[in-house]
Nanobody, 119 residues
Framework: QVQLVESGGGLVQPGGSLRLSCAASGSGFSADVIGWYRQAPGKQRELVADITPGVSTKYGDSVKGRFAISRDNAKNTVYLQMNSLKPEDTAVYYC?????????????WGQGTQVTVSS
């Protein structure tokens, strides 16, 4: 079982920055694919970015060049640095962990953290 706790959300003005953190409990974190997803009111949840154990990264088209995902396996933590924030980045941001174990994929979600971009 993996527990994920997000932090770092809040209210920021357009053009500002925030850094989200996702802290994972338990062992095995370094082998997990960790992703950030977001869901705005009335919209489907979408991938923001993810990072593999080999530190390969993938980004959603709307955040490329503005957001950066990184991981610190020693701290069981993944970060999402968000720069040049826009009002359309407003959403609840969720941390996701995917773990491959005994021939099956297991998926875990955090409770989410609200990001609001507004003047």
């Amino acid at each position: 079982q993996v527990q994920l706790v997000e932090s770092g959300g809040g209210l920021v003005q357009p053009g500002g920055s925030l850094r989200l953190s996702c802290a994972a409990s338990g062992s095995g974190f370094s082998a997990d694919v960790i992703g950030w997803y977001r869901q705005a009111p009335g919209k489907q949840r979408e991938l923001v970015a993810d990072i593999t154990p080999g530190v390969s990264t993938k980004y959603g088209d709307s955040v490329k060049g503005r957001f950066a995902i990184s991981r610190d396996n020693a701290k069981n933590t993944v970060y999402l640095q968000m720069n040049s924030l826009k009002p359309e980045d407003t959403a609840v941001y969720y941390c996701n962990a995917k773990r491959y174990l005994l021939g099956n994929w297991f998926e875990y979600w955090g409770q989410g953290t609200q990001v609001t971009v507004s003047s």
